[in-house]
C-alpha cells in the first residue's frame, strides 16, 4: 500500500530558528513528491521534485528528494512567526493523477 | 499562477437538506478535478476525482450516490453533499490539475450541518 509519513507530527520553535521537517513515502512507480504549506485554508503549492539530490530553493525554504533512500527534506532557515503552519508531503506515482499526502507537520513559530 | 476558486466558502444549513459546492478554474483549462475531505488536524483525504464529460471515480468507502460529482466543463467540476447529516460537517477542497505535475487547490468549503 502506498503511503507517505511525515515527520515530526508537530514543531514548536523560536522567531529566528532554522527547521527541518521530513517526509518518506513508499510508493508504486514514483513519480514526483510535492510540499505544500497549509494555513487556515487550502494549501498552497511550494515545491515539486522530481530528481534526487538537486536543491530547490525559494527564499528561506529550500527543499531536496533522496530518491534511494526515499525521503525529502524541507528546510525553513531564519523562522518568522509568518511560516506558522502545517507542512503538507504529498507523493504522485506515475499511473495516476492522484496525490498521496502524509499527515502533515504542524510547525509554530514564537516571537 | 494558476487560480482555482470554490463557492461558496462557507455554508451552514439544517440536516436532511442539499448542499451544492462549486470549484473553477480560473486562469486555466483542468481535465481533471479532485476533491478532498479534510477533518479538524487532519490531513487531506481524497474523496473523487473528477474528469471532464465523464463519470467521477470515487475512491473507497465513499458513497458516489452521497456526494455527486459533475464536471460538467474543462474550468467546472461541482460536489453535491445529498441529505446531508451532522457527520457530513467538514472541510471540502477542490483542486485541479494543470496538465503537468502540479494540483493548484481551492481555498475550501467548510460544511457545518445542524
Known amino acids: 500500500e502506498d503511503k507517505v509519513v511525515q515527520s515530526p507530527l508537530s514543531l514548536v520553535v523560536h522567531e529566528g530558528d532554522t527547521v527541518t521537517l521530513n517526509c518518506s513515502y513508499e510508493v508504486t512507480n514514483f513519480r514526483s513528491l510535492l510540499w505544500y504549506k497549509q494555513e487556515k485554508k487550502a494549501p498552497t503549492f511550494l515545491f515539486m521534485l522530481t530528481s534526487s539530490g538537486i536543491e530547490k530553493k525559494s527564499g528561506r525554504l529550500s527543499s531536496i528528494l533522496d530518491k534511494k533512500e526515499l525521503f525529502s527534506i524541507l528546510n525553513i532557515t531564519a523562522t518568522q512567526t509568518g511560516d506558522s503552519a502545517v507542512y503538507l508531503c504529498a507523493v504522485g506515482p506515475y499511473n495516476t493523477d492522484k496525490l498521496i499526502f502524509g499527515t502533515g507537520t504542524r510547525l509554530q513559530v514564537f516571537p | 499562477g494558476a487560480v482555482v476558486s470554490q463557492h461558496p466558502s462557507r455554508v451552514i444549513c439544517k440536516s436532511g437538506t442539499s448542499v451544492k459546492i462549486e470549484c473553477r478554474s480560473l486562469d486555466f483549462q483542468a481535465t481533471t478535478m479532485f476533491w478532498y475531505r479534510q477533518f479538524p488536524k487532519k490531513s487531506l483525504m481524497l474523496m473523487a476525482t473528477?474528469?471532464?464529460?465523464?463519470?467521477?471515480?470515487?475512491e473507497q468507502g465513499v458513497e458516489k450516490d452521497k456526494f455527486l460529482i459533475n464536471h460538467a466543463s474543462l474550468t467546472l467540476s461541482t460536489l453535491t453533499v445529498t441529505s446531508a447529516h451532522p457527520e457530513d460537517s467538514s472541510f471540502y477542497i477542490c483542486s485541479a490539475w494543470t496538465g503537468v505535475d502540479t494540483q493548484y487547490f481551492g481555498p475550501g468549503t467548510r460544511l457545518t450541518v445542524l
Open positions: 473528477s474528469n471532464e464529460g465523464s463519470k467521477a471515480t470515487y
